[in-house]
């Protein structure tokens, strides 16, 4: 019984945890890397400075943003690893490394990963292939959580 209320709970961890993932890791990232359009303008001798100070109080919200949200993903990985196990937060940290490059790529070209344009290269190749240990990963955490509880 417990294989299959474990297979049931990683499938919905598993969209769970894929929803907090990358939320959490687009808030913390985003803090970290500018967008490049914005950082131009800042730069441009043209660029009206009221547009300046906008991008400068901006940079700072982000800053505080991406702070917060440090304090949150820590506070996540505490209550996973308190209340489930090792494995179960390896999985989500797993989801949370798999979406960086995208991200970042995202962040670089102001454009939104899609199929079609779908940037190419060994790192976008190995997110693809750890992607799918996450399921395993989840179910066996869940598995061995479950027959600890019962």
């Known amino acids: 019984m417990s294989i299959v209320l474990s297979i049931v709970l990683a499938s919905l961890a598993l969209l769970v945890a894929m929803y907090l993932a990358t939320n959490l890791v687009g808030m ?12 131009e303008m800042k730069q441009d001798k043209n660029t009206h400075e009221f547009i300046k100070k906008e991008i400068a109080k901006d940079n700072k919200a982000d800053n505080a943003t991406t702070v917060v ?7 996540v990985f505490y209550l996973l690893y308190q209340y489930t196990n090792l494995w179960v937060l390896s999985g989500v940290v797993l989801l949370m490394l798999n979406r960086i490059p ?7 070209t102001g454009k939104k990963v899609t ?8 790192i976008y190749t ?9 399921f395993p990963i989840l179910w066996w955490g869940l598995f061995i959580w479950l027959r600890a509880q019962y």
């Open 102 to 108: 995208d991200l970042i790529w995202e962040i670089k």
């Open 126 to 134: 190995l997110t693809d292939v750890t992607i799918l240990l996450t």
């Open 115 to 122: 199929r079609s344009n779908r940037p190419t290269g060994g």
């Open 28 to 39: 913390v990232v985003r803090g970290f890397f500018r967008d490049v359009r914005l950082e």
């Open 69 to 75: 949200f440090i304090a949150v993903s820590v506070g």
